[in-house]
Nanobody, 124 residues
Framework: QVQLVESGGGSVQAGGSLKLSCAAA????????MGWFRQAPGKEREGVGT????????FYADSVRGRFTISRDSAKNEIYLQMNNLSPEDSAMYYC?????????????????WGQGTQVTVVS
């Protein structure tokens, strides 16, 4: 069972920034693709971005590219989602996800291990 624990959600003014964290077990962190997804009320869950196990490559959805950045800390077994220039449309439950045994990390639909989520609310 893959365990992923998100933190860092909250309420922020439009135009502001927020940084989410996701803690994973060491094996998951070292060997798995990891990513961030979000789901707003009444909408389907959508991929935000992903990062390769070696941390060298990232992939972002068009809606967040240039505003959001994914990074990882090998010493803490954590990945992060730095969100800048937030708008009310970014309000959602944000989930950390992992995918093992994949050739590519950028296929959102293949992710199959999920954290419990952390709520992000952007107020105008």
């Amino acid at each position: 069972q893959v365990q992923l624990v998100e933190s860092g959600g909250g309420s922020v003014q439009a135009g502001g920034s927020l940084k989410l964290s996701c803690a994973a077990a060491r094996d998951t962190f070292v060997y798995s693709c990891m990513g961030w997804f979000r789901q707003a009320p009444g909408k389907e869950r959508e991929g935000v971005g992903t990062i390769y196990p070696n941390g060298g490559s990232t992939f972002y959805a068009d809606s967040v590219r240039g505003r959001f950045t994914i990074s990882r800390d090998s010493a803490k077994n954590e990945i992060y989602l730095q969100m800048n220039n937030l708008s009310p449309e970014d309000s959602a439950m944000y989930y950390c996800a992992a995918l093992s045994g994949a050739w590519t990390c950028s296929e959102f639909a293949r992710y199959n291990n999920w954290g419990q989520g952390t709520q992000v609310t952007v107020v105008s």
